[in-house]
């Protein structure tokens, strides 16, 4: 998993370099190396941003059996505060590097709904709530390059850039206590109670990265600037860890070749050649990745009993974020 993912990146920096290489070095093709960047106010060569932001968002654990779904466990992230930091190169007028870091400021708050059925007649047979469910981790890296082969719309404001980047998605959610209503055998929906309060049930995790491309608009009017990011991939790759704590179960699967979108609206105010404010909604989707499932039972004496299912387990999420930076220039 490691290798897969730093390869990726190593790949997408390549391209990119070698893009500026050939841009820089091609006849007829002026590299403007001032501080100048076009259609924004005294733009500068290196910008700085420091951000904040709140995510909500839902992600999808299945587990397939039979032909069908026998389980679902759906995961509401509810409010996750985020804090950011990121930097613009620009290398001369063809080319430019970005980079944007984003980590969890607090345990963030969210609710967790398990559905299983345990018979084909498609109405659920157990369903619990866990309204105490925590999201432990939160973090999203995000490295890209632009390029500017559209010179013809420098005159009407308008920028257009294409996008090469790499992004790493990164959640964990603990549910805690919780009610349930079960079906005892022989019975429906016969059976209800309540988890003790506080005790840890299950944990959950997902984990994407991949490779991306995607276009960049952008638009000045003054000193305020809007911007539409639309970036898409084919090669999602991760990881998603379940473990049942009251069960001694955990669950582990490779997630390869998914899909994702994301899109992006931004609205910017420059005060100056060297400070701006700017404010921006996200929403990503990775559309249900279905992979291999691997089992490991911890048994009494300590022994552990591993068994594997062939597409026994489906990850899929969707997230947005409104943000605040403000970006200081050099």
């Known amino acids: 998993m490691k290798i897969r993912l730093l390869g990726s990146l190593v790949l997408v ?19 403007d190396r001032t501080v100048e960047v076009e259609g924004r106010p005294g733009g500068v060569d290196f910008a700085m941003r420091i951000q904040s932001g709140h995510l909500t968002g839902e992600a999808n654990e299945y587990v397939y059996g039979y032909g069908r779904t026998i ?16 930097a613009t190169l620009k290398l001369g007028r063809w080319v430019s590097l970005q980079g944007d870091v984003w980590s969890k400021i607090t345990d963030g708050e969210g609710t967790m709904n398990d559905y299983d059925w345990l018979y084909s007649t498609g109405a659920w047979s157990h369903w619990s709530q866990h309204d105490d469910t925590d999201v432990t981790k939160g973090t999203i890296v995000d490295l890209s390059g632009a390029v500017f082969p559209l010179q ?34 022989g019975g429906f929906r016969d ?72 899109v992006s609206l931004s609205v910017a105010y420059h005060f100056c050649d060297y400070v701006g404010l700017s404010t921006s909604l996200s929403y990503t989707e990775y559309d249900t990745i279905t992979a291999n499932s691997t089992y490991t039972w911890t048994n009494s004496d300590g022994s552990k009993t591993t068994r594997t299912y062939d597409d026994g387990e489906g990850a899929s999420l969707q997230t947005a974020m409104a943000s605040l930076a403000v970006t200081i220039g050099f």
């Not at 920096?13 to 007829?28: H, K, M, R, W």
């Not at 389980?71 to 990121?86: N, R």
């Not at 719309?153 to 549910?175: I, P, Q, T």
């Not at 990265?209 to 539409?228: I, Q, S």
Request: net charge negative; hydrophobic share 40%.
């Open 152 to 185: 013809m719309l420098e005159k009407y404001h308008l920028s257009l850039s294409g996008l090469l980047g790499f992004r790493m998605e990164n959640y964990e959610w603990e549910a805690r206590g919780g009610t349930y209503v079960y079906s005892s055998n």
């Open 71 to 86: 389980s679902q466990l759906i995961w509401e992230t509810d409010s996750l505060y985020m804090a950011g930091v990121g």
């Open 191 to 262: 059976l209800s109670g309540d988890f003790t309060e506080g005790e840890l049930g299950i944990t959950y995790e997902q984990l994407f990265y991949y490779p991306y491309l995607g276009l960049d608009v952008a638009f000045l009017l003054g000193r305020f600037e809007g911007g539409m990011r639309l970036i898409g991939s084919p090669a999602v790759f991760g990881e998603a860890k379940d473990q049942h704590h009251l069960r001694d179960l955990e669950t582990h699967a490779d997630l390869e070749w998914g899909r994702m979108y994301a």
């Open 13 to 31: 920096f390549a391209l990119i370099a070698q893009y500026g290489s050939a841009a820089s070095q091609t006849p007829g093709i002026a590299v």
